[in-house]
């Protein structure tokens, strides 16, 4: 008998980092600025670049949630309709802000935030609908802008598994009107803790921009003044991610394309390896998108998912559970939310499981997974 406790650890997901990674941050170490200089406009270009929009970058994900839906203008008296299949940093940055959660059903096949349900609960109150981009797989965006537009509210998307996905051939980060990414080091790209807002229209980024800045402006309204004079037009917060950091993302950046070529191969790989094992459910794709896969999520039938992730766990690999539906956590349900609300999300939370995947998971780590999958589904 193999001993399976005795080998190694297999995360779900984790960072690929590199000389020239490290190289670039040293670079900067050695230099004159440490945050606030050329390294922060420099990545925040070339990130505009590739997701087809003008970017602010800030230190997280759950940051730039928080700058988005404040540059959008969720705040008090208003509504957000958003999916509750999510982490719940897209729900509770703009809990935040003052703004009322509302949480609206997902497809059951993308796990997506499901038009019909979000136009269901938008009304003139709304003043955002925020999509997941859940596993990496974009969600139904040209849907939720028209269910936007017809109670005038604004399309955010939260982007932290889909960086360098395409949706009907437009980069993520080019559609909605403001974008959220994370730099988180399970995600396709890091810089530790990171994370960014790309925005189309520059009146939305500017004012997440201020957001993330303490709320200073660029440029003061008062030009009488001499050259110490600043103003500060709003409220805001230090949200700044360090030169130190963007460097490591201008290099991850980089490298991104040969990242999502990596996970597409272990994608097809884990399709073509797991299909026709009984009792589980594999990811699906629309014909209109790329995904950019973050996670390859199974659905594990009959009532055997704690069993499946108890003995894969016990076998040393990661598996993971994306998401406990948000409203579930004490912080909504002790505001009165109840469960049962979106039954399509609650009955995907029942069987989900996600298996490990990252760009440096070798065909080897990768049979690894299989096997003992198989071992308890297909012994
Ligand atoms: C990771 C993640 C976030 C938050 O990003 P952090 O960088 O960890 O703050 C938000 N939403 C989703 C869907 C995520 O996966």
């Given at each position: 008998?193999?001993?399976?406790?005795?080998?190694?650890?297999?995360?779900?997901?984790?960072?690929?980092?590199?000389?020239?990674?490290?190289?670039?941050?040293?670079?900067?170490?050695?230099?004159?600025?440490?945050?606030?200089?050329?390294?922060?406009?420099?990545?925040?270009?070339?990130?505009?670049?590739?997701?087809?929009?003008?970017?602010?970058?800030?230190?997280?994900?759950?940051?730039?949630?928080?700058?988005?839906?404040?540059?959008?203008?969720?705040?008090?008296?208003?509504?957000?309709?958003?999916?509750?299949?999510?982490?719940?940093?897209?729900?509770?940055?703009?809990?935040?802000?003052?703004?009322?959660?509302?949480?609206?059903?997902?497809?059951?096949?993308?796990?997506?935030?499901?038009?019909?349900?979000?136009?269901?609960?938008?009304?003139?109150?709304?003043?955002?609908?925020?999509?997941?981009d859940?596993a990496g797989?974009?969600?139904?965006?040209?849907?939720?802008?028209?269910?936007?537009?017809?109670?005038?509210?604004?399309?955010?998307?939260?982007?932290a598994h889909s960086?360098?996905?395409?949706?009907?051939?437009?980069?993520?980060?080019?559609?909605?009107?403001?974008?959220?990414?994370?730099?988180?080091?399970?995600?396709?790209?890091?810089?530790?803790?990171?994370?960014?807002?790309?925005?189309?229209?520059?009146?939305?980024?500017?004012?997440?921009?201020?957001?993330?800045?303490?709320?200073?402006?660029?440029?003061?309204?008062?030009?009488?003044?001499?050259?110490?004079?600043?103003?500060?037009?709003?409220?805001?917060?230090?949200?700044?991610?360090?030169?130190?950091?963007?460097?490591?993302?201008?290099?991850?950046?980089?490298?991104?394309?040969?990242?999502?070529?990596?996970?597409?191969?272990?994608?097809?790989?884990?399709?073509?390896?797991?299909?026709?094992?009984?009792?589980?459910?594999?990811?699906?794709?629309?014909?209109?998108?790329?995904?950019?896969?973050h996670?390859?999520?199974?659905?594990?039938?009959?009532?055997?998912?704690?069993?499946?992730?108890?003995?894969?766990?016990?076998?040393?690999?990661?598996?993971?559970?994306?998401?406990?539906?948000?409203?579930?956590?004490?912080?909504?349900?002790?505001?009165?939310?109840?469960?049962?609300?979106?039954?399509?999300?609650?009955?995907?939370?029942?069987?989900?499981?996600?298996?490990?995947?990252?760009?440096?998971?070798?065909?080897?780590?990768?049979?690894?997974?299989?096997?003992?999958?198989?071992?308890?589904?297909?012994?």
């Amino acid at each position: 008998m193999t001993t399976q406790a005795a080998q190694s650890w297999l995360p779900y997901g984790r960072q690929s980092v590199e000389q020239e990674d490290i190289d670039a941050v040293a670079e900067v170490l050695r230099g004159d600025w440490l945050t606030t200089g050329p390294a922060v406009e420099s990545f925040e270009e070339a990130l505009a670049q590739a997701v087809g929009a003008p970017c602010v970058s800030v230190t997280s994900g759950t940051a730039a949630l928080h700058v988005a839906y404040a540059g959008l203008g969720a705040g008090p008296g208003s509504e957000v309709v958003t999916s509750p299949f999510t982490f719940i940093a897209t729900a509770s940055s703009a809990a935040l802000l003052g703004a009322t959660v509302r949480f609206a059903d997902v497809s059951d096949d993308t796990l997506n935030l499901d038009p019909q349900a979000a136009a269901a609960l938008a009304g003139e109150r709304t003043s955002v609908i925020a999509a997941v981009d859940y596993a990496g797989h974009p969600a139904d965006l040209d849907e939720l802008r028209s269910v936007a537009d017809s109670v005038g509210a604004r399309l955010l998307e939260d982007a932290a598994h889909s960086i360098g996905a395409r949706y009907k051939g437009r980069p993520v980060g080019s559609v909605a009107d403001a974008t959220c990414f994370s730099f988180f080091p399970t995600k396709h790209m890091t810089t530790a803790e990171g994370g960014a807002v790309a925005a189309p229209d520059p009146a939305v980024l500017q004012a997440a921009r201020r957001f993330a800045r303490i709320g200073r402006d660029p440029q003061p309204q008062d030009t009488s003044q001499g050259a110490w004079w600043y103003e500060m037009s709003g409220f805001g917060l230090n949200y700044r991610l360090p030169d130190v950091l963007c460097a490591l993302g201008a290099a991850q950046l980089r490298r991104l394309p040969a990242f999502l070529a990596r996970r597409d191969e272990l994608v097809a790989r884990y399709d073509q390896l797991l299909s026709g094992v009984p009792g589980l459910r594999l990811p699906t794709r629309r014909a209109d998108v790329e995904p950019a896969w973050h996670l390859y999520s199974v659905r594990v039938l009959d009532g055997r998912r704690r069993e499946v992730f108890d003995r894969l766990r016990a076998a040393g690999i990661g598996v993971q559970v994306n998401y406990i539906p948000v409203y579930w956590h004490p912080v909504f349900a002790d505001l009165g939310y109840r469960r049962g609300m979106c039954p399509v999300a609650e009955a995907a939370y029942a069987e989900q499981l996600s298996l490990p995947l990252f760009p440096d998971m070798t065909d080897a780590d990768q049979d690894r997974v299989v096997e003992a999958l198989r071992g308890v589904l297909d012994p």
